[in-house]
Every structure is written in structure tokens, then in C-alpha cells.
């Protein structure tokens, strides 16, 4: 989550990039932005509201925008790419996914000191990613049953329509490479990984170990490959009437086996709960009705689901890793956290469970 020093250097700046914007807004006067409103986000950028206004010919316009900017640590990972964002919005801007609308990319450091971009905002509710967590508090937290059912498959939906697109029809941002097959997607991830882990140097990490050479070992051969989110959980969506009507956060999107977001979905629903010493809400459905709302949706069976569970209890474990590596020295954590905490645990019962 952005601190106020973040939020702070990016309001004084914020005369900058009205100059940046009136260069971009032809015939353009009087632009200005309402000063920023910090907006909860997660640890990678930082996120504020702001309205845009300017007056041209036709008359004085208004629009309602977020900005997203990397913070000045660099973000999550240590290759940090916030430009992935907004090219991956940007290609799904008219396949009916319901992302928000990009609007520009702020690539000239002296404008705001690091790179950002300008999107629509959305409005309508966004699940809680504060404790007690979705499970505890907030909209679903809130809902009848009934709503949350209908908020929760409303999520699988969307993420079956993103599945169902044909990449050959998306102008892919170079930066999203695209694997020969899913097996070689699935090996470039389990690289990935691998090299984030070797780069945080925190320690041996047994179970991430373990859990690499087992999933090498076992990369199952997709005929499928798909855009996928990456991120996909509640947090990460915008409700209206209890549809999806944003779909947020693409920094972990990725080109292959689409199973890995169900899976995913699938695990932070149970994380979640158990973080925060929760019940899970009564009433959401079961992994397996999800898989079968899933299924419906596209036409085609999900497959390999325990070995991408086992993939992205690795992610999840992983990013927890770097999280602790890319933290600032003021921010401790627990003696043995990296060995012992809900996501490594819950890697650790899925390899023994399926080993």
C-alpha cells in the first residue's frame, strides 16, 4: 500500500502533470486536477483519485480518473513493470472484459519521478483486502447469501470470458511473452520464480525448493494457453449491482494454462479466511460448483487442477517472499516468518497431499 510520503511527492508534482496533460489534450485550456485522494491499494504501486478538468471549443469537460504510479521502492518485484498494466487494459478495451478505460502513460520521469498512467474510474464496491479480510467484514461480508453467490460466480464469469478470447484476435504488449506451447509457459513461470527466489537470498526456503522440483518434474502437457489475470480475487474487482463492473490489477498477467487463475481463485478464497482466523462465509460456493460454473461458461474441462494449485501455492509463497525482501528496513517481521506462515504451510499440505 502507497505511504504519505509516496502520496505526498506525487501531490507536488501534481502542477507538472496538469502542464504534461494540457500538452496532451489538443485545443485544451484551464486543465487542472482535483488534488489527490490516496485510494487502499496493494504494495506494488501507488493509487489515488483525481478529476481531471479542462475547457476547449465545445465547452468545459470533466472526467473522474485514478492514477497509478510505481513507488519509489521499485514496487513487488524486483523488475517491476507498471507499463504491463496499461498495455494489457489497453488491449482488452473493446473484447468486453470490464476494464477500466486507459487513458495515458506517463513515461517522462521529470513529469512525476517515475512512470504512471491515468485510467476511467469505476465506480461501485470493491471487497475489503483489510483484516478481517472478504471473509470477515465488507460487501460479501455484508451480503445475503444470495448476493454473495451471485457476486461470486459473476467473478468466474469474467474470468471464463477472458479465457474464452482468442489470443490471435489481441494486440499482446510485446513485454507479455508468449510461450511455443502451455508446458513451456508453465516452465517459464516455474524460471521465474526460481530467479526471484535466488535474487531475495533469504535463506534455503525447503518447501518453495521442494515444491519447484516437484512441479518440474510434473509439467503436465496443455493443449490450452490463454490470457490470464494473474490476480483474480475479490479485492481485485469492482461490483455494480452485484455484476462485475471493473476488472483491476493486471500486473501479473501472464500467457498460459488458464487452470492457474481458477486456481488461484480458488486458494486465496482459503487463505483469506484462514489469515485472518475467520469462518469462511457460509453460502460461497464450493470448489468444485465454482469448477462447474467454469466449465459451463467456456465449454471445456478444467484439467490438472492439484498441479496448478500446487503452482500457484508456490506463486503466492513466493511473492511473500519477495514482499519481506523488498520491504523497508523499518517494517519487521516475526523470527521464522518466511518458513512459517499460511501461504508456505498451505504449499506444504498440497505437496504431501499429492506427492
Given at each position: 500500500m502507497a505511504n504519505q510520503e509516496d502520496v505526498a511527492l506525487l501531490e507536488s508534482r501534481r502542477r507538472r502533470l496538469e502542464r504534461w496533460l494540457a500538452e496532451m489534450l489538443p485545443n485544451a485550456a484551464d486543465v487542472s486536477l482535483s488534488s489527490f485522494t490516496p485510494v487502499p491499494s496493494g504494495f506494488s504501486n501507488i493509487t489515488v483519485f483525481t478529476d481531471?478538468?479542462?475547457?476547449?471549443?465545445?465547452?468545459?469537460?470533466?472526467?473522474?480518473?485514478?492514477?497509478?504510479?510505481?513507488?519509489?521502492?521499485?514496487?513487488?518485484?524486483?523488475?517491476?513493470?507498471?507499463?504491463?498494466?496499461?498495455?494489457?487494459?489497453?488491449?482488452?478495451?473493446?473484447?468486453?472484459?470490464?476494464v477500466p478505460k486507459v487513458a495515458w502513460f506517463v513515461d517522462d520521469p521529470d513529469v512525476l519521478g517515475a512512470p504512471a498512467f491515468l485510467m476511467r474510474r469505476v465506480h461501485g464496491e470493491v471487497a475489503s483486502g483489510f483484516r478481517p479480510g472478504f471473509h470477515g467484514h465488507g460487501l460479501f461480508f455484508d451480503a445475503s447469501i444470495?448476493?454473495?453467490?451471485?457476486?461470486?460466480?459473476?467473478?468466474?464469469?469474467?474470468?471464463?470470458?477472458?479465457?474464452?478470447?482468442?489470443?490471435?484476435?489481441?494486440?499482446?504488449?510485446?513485454?507479455?511473452?508468449?510461450?511455443?506451447?502451455s508446458a513451456d509457459a508453465v516452465r517459464a513461470m516455474l524460471d521465474l520464480i526460481e530467479g526471484q527466489l535466488d535474487w531475495a537470498a533469504l535463506g534455503p526456503l525447503p518447501i518453495l525448493r521442494e515444491a519447484l522440483a516437484f512441479l518440474r518434474e510434473r509439467v503436465p502437457v496443455e493443449a490450452r494457453a490463454a490470457?490470464?489475470?494473474?490476480?483474480?480475487?475479490?479485492?481485485?474487482?469492482?461490483?455494480?449491482?452485484?455484476q462485475v463492473a471493473g476488472v483491476l490489477d493486471w500486473e501479473l498477467a501472464y500467457v498460459g494454462p488458464p487452470e492457474g487463475d481458477i486456481a488461484y481463485f480458488l486458494l486465496v478464497d482459503e487463505v483469506v479466511a484462514e489469515l485472518n482466523d475467520v469462518p469462511r462465509l457460509p453460502g460461497l460456493p464450493e470448489a468444485a460448483e465454482t469448477v462447474a460454473r467454469y466449465e459451463q461458461r467456456t465449454g471445456l474441462p478444467v484439467r490438472n487442477l492439484e498441479f496448478h494449485s500446487i503452482l500457484q501455492a508456490l506463486r503466492m509463497a513466493a511473492m511473500l517472499v519477495l514482499t519481506v525482501r523488498l520491504s523497508p528496513p523499518q517494517l519487521a517481521f516475526p523470527p521464522g516468518y518466511l518458513t512459517e506462515n499460511i501461504p508456505t504451510r498451505r504449499l506444504a499440505a498440497l505437496l504431501h497431499t499429492h506427492a
Amino acid at each position: 500500500m502507497a505511504n504519505q510520503e509516496d502520496v505526498a511527492l506525487l501531490e507536488s508534482r501534481r502542477r507538472r502533470l496538469e502542464r504534461w496533460l494540457a500538452e496532451m489534450l489538443p485545443n485544451a485550456a484551464d486543465v487542472s486536477l482535483s488534488s489527490f485522494t490516496p485510494v487502499p491499494s496493494g504494495f506494488s504501486n501507488i493509487t489515488v483519485f483525481t478529476d481531471l478538468r479542462w475547457r476547449d471549443a465545445s465547452g468545459v469537460h470533466e472526467q473522474e480518473l485514478v492514477l497509478r504510479a510505481q513507488p519509489a521502492q521499485g514496487g513487488l518485484f524486483p523488475d517491476y513493470d507498471l507499463r504491463l498494466q496499461y498495455d494489457v487494459m489497453a488491449c482488452l478495451q473493446h473484447t468486453g472484459i470490464p476494464v477500466p478505460k486507459v487513458a495515458w502513460f506517463v513515461d517522462d520521469p521529470d513529469v512525476l519521478g517515475a512512470p504512471a498512467f491515468l485510467m476511467r474510474r469505476v465506480h461501485g464496491e470493491v471487497a475489503s483486502g483489510f483484516r478481517p479480510g472478504f471473509h470477515g467484514h465488507g460487501l460479501f461480508f455484508d451480503a445475503s447469501i444470495e448476493r454473495r453467490r451471485r457476486m461470486w460466480f459473476a467473478a468466474v464469469d469474467a474470468m471464463a470470458s477472458l479465457h474464452s478470447l482468442q489470443l490471435d484476435a489481441l494486440e499482446l504488449p510485446s513485454s507479455l511473452q508468449r510461450q511455443a506451447t502451455s508446458a513451456d509457459a508453465v516452465r517459464a513461470m516455474l524460471d521465474l520464480i526460481e530467479g526471484q527466489l535466488d535474487w531475495a537470498a533469504l535463506g534455503p526456503l525447503p518447501i518453495l525448493r521442494e515444491a519447484l522440483a516437484f512441479l518440474r518434474e510434473r509439467v503436465p502437457v496443455e493443449a490450452r494457453a490463454a490470457l490470464c489475470w494473474g490476480d483474480p480475487r475479490p479485492g481485485n474487482i469492482v461490483y455494480r449491482d452485484d455484476q462485475v463492473a471493473g476488472v483491476l490489477d493486471w500486473e501479473l498477467a501472464y500467457v498460459g494454462p488458464p487452470e492457474g487463475d481458477i486456481a488461484y481463485f480458488l486458494l486465496v478464497d482459503e487463505v483469506v479466511a484462514e489469515l485472518n482466523d475467520v469462518p469462511r462465509l457460509p453460502g460461497l460456493p464450493e470448489a468444485a460448483e465454482t469448477v462447474a460454473r467454469y466449465e459451463q461458461r467456456t465449454g471445456l474441462p478444467v484439467r490438472n487442477l492439484e498441479f496448478h494449485s500446487i503452482l500457484q501455492a508456490l506463486r503466492m509463497a513466493a511473492m511473500l517472499v519477495l514482499t519481506v525482501r523488498l520491504s523497508p528496513p523499518q517494517l519487521a517481521f516475526p523470527p521464522g516468518y518466511l518458513t512459517e506462515n499460511i501461504p508456505t504451510r498451505r504449499l506444504a499440505a498440497l505437496l504431501h497431499t499429492h506427492a
